[in-house]
T-cell receptor
Framework: NAGVMQNPRHLVRRRGQEARLRCSPM?????VYWYRQLPEEGLKFMVY????????ESGMPKERFSAEFPKEGPSILRIQQVVRGDSAAYFC??????????????FGPGTRLLVL | GNSVTQMEGPVTLSEEAFLTINCTYT??????LFWYVQYPGEGLQLLLK?????DKGSNKGFEATYRKETTSFHLEKGSVQVSDSAVYFC???????????FGQGTTLQVKP
């Protein structure tokens, strides 16, 4: 039973380029959360998605960041026109359907983004 | 709003010492509480959880009790090993959306 998959594991971009981070949830999971971990800090919530729906994006920066979770395929976190301050580890977590089991989230290995 | 506060690290212990990492929270409603562990260069792994007051979560010798009266969820282990060296995160889940709110993390270093 494969866990949460994220790719790439490491991503280097120059300022102004676009970064695309992918997350495949665990089999049977339909809820995806994205978190960002800045250097020497804890994780901060960014966005919560279910298939084809954004449920809570209260942690997403208003500009340059977007997320989707299509009916087929992985969830994508997209950062346009990256800046050095976007350098961080981005973690995806998934949880099963159903409110009671919704709370246990299983994390992927993360994508470490470095903006030069 | 909801928040989690952990004791600052790093915490440095000798092997077989007793471990306590303090965690307190502020929340509306009745959140679940979690401890996650992060090894260098890896993602977070769920260590233990508790879903209601007075529940005790336990795993791999670690345990934590959900204390509503003191709004705390302190992590304890009776005898740490070198392999326990990692960063430990306390978290609560928003009872409405399930999103996790994390403390800042506590680095544990265990020396032989």
């Amino acid at each position: 039973n494969a866990g949460v998959m994220q790719n790439p594991r490491h991503l280097v971009r120059r300022r102004g380029q676009e970064a695309r981070l992918r997350c495949s949830p665990m089999k049977g999971h339909s809820h995806v959360y994205w978190y960002r971990q800045l250097p020497e800090e804890g994780l901060k919530f960014m966005v919560y998605l279910q298939k084809e729906n954004i449920i809570d994006e209260s942690g997403m920066p208003k500009e340059r960041f977007s997320a989707e979770f299509p009916k087929e395929g992985p969830s994508i976190l997209r950062i346009q026109q990256v800046v050095r301050g976007d350098s961080a580890a981005y973690f995806c977590a998934s949880s099963p359907s159903g409110r009671e089991t919704q709370e246990t989230q299983y994390f992927g290995p993360g994508t470490r983004l470095l903006v030069l | 709003g909801n928040s989690v506060t952990q004791m600052e690290g790093p915490v440095t212990l000798s092997e077989e010492a007793f471990l306590t990492i303090n965690c307190t929270y502020t929340a509306t409603g009745y959140p679940s509480l979690f401890w996650y562990v992060q090894y260098p260069g890896e993602g977070l792994q769920l260590l233990l959880k508790a879903t209601k007051a007075d529940d005790k979560g336990s795993n791999k010798g670690f345990e934590a009790t959900y204390r509503k009266e003191t709004t705390s969820f302190h992590l304890e282990k009776g005898s740490v090993q070198v392999s326990d060296s990692a960063v430990y995160f306390c978290a609560l889940s928003d009872p409405y959306t399930g999103k996790l709110i994390f403390g800042q993390g506590t680095t544990l270093q265990v020396k032989p």
